[in-house]
């Protein structure tokens, strides 16, 4: 890979979409992860009006959520060892199969545990495609000051689909009906990620070079990793705190109608700066910018302990989602130095499911604070953790440190 002398802007998206094959890898990926955002929403009404509650049905959504969570990494390092094209495809047929059965147990009218058991199995077969996208950056592109720029544009997607999932979940629900939504759901998944794995340079990436037993552990044995999954863990805690936290703000405030809006002001400052980070070239190391990035993520939480006006909050908001796409960016970045290319799929699932652990907690955390502490400690929560997720770059700095040996490993360990 060749590094460009070409100056950095907006233009630098047009180049990685002229990339030969990359328009067809970010479309189809993104086609076939809508029901990643799409799924938790129509899991709900669905079951509700299965089983008749809405106790049960949010189980059965959890249990989707769980399988998604808990199968991550098992995932990606499954991508690593038998080649992207075979896997993605077989999870595809399966999710689609799964989904399928879920329809058939629920008009059999079987029950809960049933259900349960299968919404498990959807999320256990959940596309990967996110994570074969981020191993194929570095290898489809010819330019190596491209790679922030795809990364960002990878980032800025993720959050970009954590919008629009709901809201076509949402529209599609209103005109056909939870059953079709579920078959659109499936039918998106399967068509997506099929054009993804077909796709020459997705084909072309082979197996990885993991082989014999104790080499399945590359990703989880690398202290580089440990760090940023570490991170993303306090950085999903505090956006879990947020996701409760908003709605107890604006119920306080006499509008409850706008803990959507706030929340959509994150992501959209979350894109809006993903974008922008993208188009740039920034100084210093790759893990300087990282530790910068995360500090700034941080400290973009405080003043929130302090807003008595639901509009206030809505501006600091946006600016609080500054720090995170891009800082997902970056962490991506870091990836290619810290964990071996044969590892590089399963590494990028550790940092998602770091990233939903900590918002799993921040949820469960946050309703315990509010109620017993009051709103001002809960948003200093979410400042807490965001700060802690600093602490720990701060102190385990070194472990970021490239790791990449001139030799592959397994000549190297002839």
Not at 325 to 344: F, I, K
Not at 355 to 384: K, Q, R
């Amino acid at each position: 890979m060749k590094k460009s002398g070409r100056a950095p802007g907006w233009g630098c998206y047009a180049e990685v979409f002229r990339t030969p094959g990359v328009l067809r890898l970010v479309t189809s990926m993104t086609v076939g992860r809508l029901p990643n955002g799409m799924l938790p929403l129509i899991l709900i009404v669905f079951m509700h009006r299965q089983l008749g509650s809405y106790t049960e049905a949010g189980v059965v959504t959890a249990g989707y959520t769980v399988g998604v969570a808990a199968s991550a990494p098992a995932r990606g390092r499954t991508l690593d060892r038998f080649g992207k094209s075979p896997v993605l495809t077989v999870l595809a047929t399966l999710q689609t199969l799964v989904l399928a059965g879920i329809l058939a147990a629920a008009w059999s009218g079987l029950g809960l545990p049933v259900l349960l058991a299968l919404a498990v199995a959807v999320g256990a077969t959940n596309s990967t495609s996110g994570a074969a996208m981020r191993s194929l950056w570095r290898p489809v592109l010819a330019d190596e000051r491209l790679l922030s720029t795809a990364y960002a544009l990878q980032a800025t997607a993720e959050d970009i689909l954590q919008v629009v999932g709901p809201l076509l979940g949402g529209v599609i629900l209103a005109l056909w009906g939870a059953t079709p939504a579920i078959a659109v759901s499936a039918a998106l998944n399967l068509a997506g990620v099929l054009v993804f794995a077909t796709a020459p340079a997705c084909r072309a990436s082979g197996a990885g070079q993991r082989g014999g037993r104790g080499r399945e552990r590359v990703a989880t044995s690398t202290p580089g990793l440990l760090t940023l999954t570490l991170a993303a863990v306090f950085a999903g805690v505090a956006i879990g705190v947020l996701q409760v936290a908003l709605p107890v703000f604006t119920q306080a405030h006499g509008t409850p109608s706008g803990a959507g809006l706030l929340l959509a002001m994150v992501a959209f400052g979350s894109i809006t700066s993903g974008l922008v980070y993208g188009s740039r070239s920034w100084p210093g190391s790759a893990t300087h910018r990282y530790l910068a990035i995360t500090g700034l993520f941080a400290v973009l939480f405080a003043p929130l302990a302090f807003v008595h006006s639901v509009p206030v909050m809505a501006v600091l908001l946006f600016f609080t989602g500054f720090g995170y796409s891009p800082r997902n960016a970056a962490a991506y970045l870091l990836l290619d130095d810290v964990v071996r290319p044969e590892a590089s799929a399963e590494a990028y699932t550790w940092i998602i499911s770091g990233v939903a652990t900590g918002v799993a907690a921040g949820t469960a955390l946050t309703g315990f604070v509010a109620e017993h502490a009051g709103l001002t400690w809960t948003f200093l929560t979410a400042f807490g953790t965001a700060a802690a997720g600093f602490a720990v770059v701060s102190t385990r700095i070194p472990t970021l440190a490239a790791i990449r040996p001139p030799v592959p490993m397994v000549a190297a360990e002839r």
